[in-house]
């Protein structure tokens, strides 16, 4: 069965100091993995499209990187604003066609 | 500004009372989407739509219709809704199905009692 799993599920870290988020994926015919970020009482926007293995994406203290099982989203010396609930979405394959699934989110807390 | 815009914010309802949700985007997109958010259990597509006139069936379409007669509008209609509908509901929008990345609204939080 298709699955997209993130890790942890919550995540408390003090500003300054660095930690990275995985979502791992089971599916068959991976086209492309989505991260987004969702603030409290909006939609989620969107971050980074990650392709094939071996690439990464960057964007302020924001990385994210791809193997054949899994992402990984590495934030470097977050700050409080970076406070938000990543999701990650995987664009593959199915019977019925091209699907997207959604990860249940790592909702990540950065303090003073 | 490139937005997808959602309406209500908020929803209150009463069992078996139809209601609908509205979404405009003003990007000219050909694909849109109906999600619900749930705790636990993420997003989950509801029903999509390719282009005018074409809709299909997420993965949870029971207890919903949709319909697309103009490319920018696509709304979200519960005919009967029940406790269960209580969700918070997205309604993206992207060039294309998978390959680009999703515009979101700001969601409606749906309380049917």
């Known amino acids: 069965e298709d699955q997209v799993t993130q890790s942890p599920e919550a995540l408390r870290l003090q500003e300054g100091e660095s930690s990275s988020l995985n979502c791992s994926y089971t599916v068959s015919g991976l086209r492309g993995l989505f991260w987004y970020r969702q603030d409290p009482g909006k939609g989620p926007e969107f971050l980074f499209t990650?392709?094939?293995a071996g690439e990464e994406k960057e964007k302020e203290r924001l990385k994210a990187t791809l193997t054949k099982k899994e992402s990984f989203l590495h934030i470097t010396a977050p700050k409080p604003e970076d406070s938000a609930t990543y999701l990650c979405?995987?664009?593959?394959?199915?019977?019925?066609?091209?699907?997207?699934?959604f990860g249940t989110g790592t909702q990540l807390k950065v303090e003073l | 500004e490139a937005q997808v815009t959602q309406n209500p914010r908020y929803l209150i309802t009463v069992t078996g009372k139809k209601l609908t949700v509205t979404c405009s985007q003003n990007?000219?997109?050909?694909?849109m989407s109906w999600y619900r958010q749930d705790p636990g259990l993420g997003l989950r597509q509801i029903y999509y739509?390719?282009?005018?006139?074409?809709?299909d069936k997420g993965d949870v379409p029971e207890g919903y219709k949709v319909s697309r007669k103009e490319k920018r509008n696509f709304p979200l209609i519960l005919e009967s809704p029940s406790p269960n509908q209580t969700s918070l509901y997205f309604c993206?929008?992207?060039?294309?199905?998978?390959?680009?990345?999703?515009?979101f609204g700001n969601g409606t939080r749906l309380t049917v009692t």
């Open positions: 979405a995987v664009h593959h394959f199915t019977g019925g066609g091209n699907k997207l699934t």
């Open positions: 990007m000219n997109h050909e694909y």
């Open positions: 990650l392709y094939s």
């Open positions: 993206a929008s992207s060039l294309d199905r998978g390959a680009s990345p999703l515009h």
């Open positions: 739509s390719m282009n005018v006139e074409v809709t």
